[in-house]
């Protein structure tokens, strides 16, 4: 009778084991805002504007970095949307968490003052192209409870925009022309 028991105990845990792992592995399934995709592109540039105008990687998630390791002080790195900024953009809907996905490259100009030994000062100007993964929600969206608050995230016509990479980083000088400084 006792190993009747201990094997009905193993099959009962052995089966609460996979009800729970199976419950632990289904996420909610977010149903998908139907003719945003242009809407969302349309946002995310009017972000990566405001990131290209910005000297101080505001607003939120800019991505910019720029470096000079031969510069002898820090200065500033003076950013302008491209033309176009917007390269290319795909979006999808990511049913998981609520938002569209958009990935793409981005077309940026850079300036940048190097500060050689001696005090004196060269302008170096440059472009680069450089991709992007961007996850976007309507701001009004109600699923901003527990793991799915987003913190950071930029407003743009509408949307939240939360940057998840790369940084958008140019290394000064070795790419780029001298400028003459006015």
């Known amino acids: 009778m006792r190993p009747v028991v201990v094997v009905c105990l193993g099959l009962a845990l052995y089966a609460g084991a996979v009800a729970v792992f199976s419950l ?3 996420a909610p399934a977010w149903p998908p ?6 809407r969302v592109v349309d946002a995310v540039v009017a972000w990566a504007e405001q990131c290209a105008r910005s000297r101080s990687a505001g607003p939120a998630n800019c991505p910019q970095r720029g470096s000079d390791p031969a510069g002898v002080r820090s200065t500033e790195f003076r ?3 491209g033309r176009p900024l917007l390269l290319y953009a795909s979006v999808r809907w990511l049913e998981t968490i609520g938002a569209f996905e958009v990935r793409g490259a981005v077309n940026m100009d850079v300036e940048h003052d190097r500060v050689l030994p001696g005090g004196r000062s060269v ?3 440059g472009n680069f192209e450089t991709p992007f993964v961007a ?3 309507r701001t009004g969206d109600r699923r901003d409870f527990g793991a799915y608050r987003w913190t950071d995230a930029a407003p743009a016509l ?3 925009i939360r940057y998840l990479g790369p940084w958008w980083s140019w290394q000064c000088c070795a790419t780029a022309k001298e400028v003459v400084i006015p």
């Open 79 to 81: 950013w302008r949307a």
């Open 158 to 160: 509408g949307f939240a």
């Open 123 to 125: 302008r170096f100007a």
């Open 24 to 26: 632990a592995d289904s």
């Open 135 to 137: 996850v976007a929600r």
């Open 33 to 38: 805002e139907r003719g945003s995709g242009a």
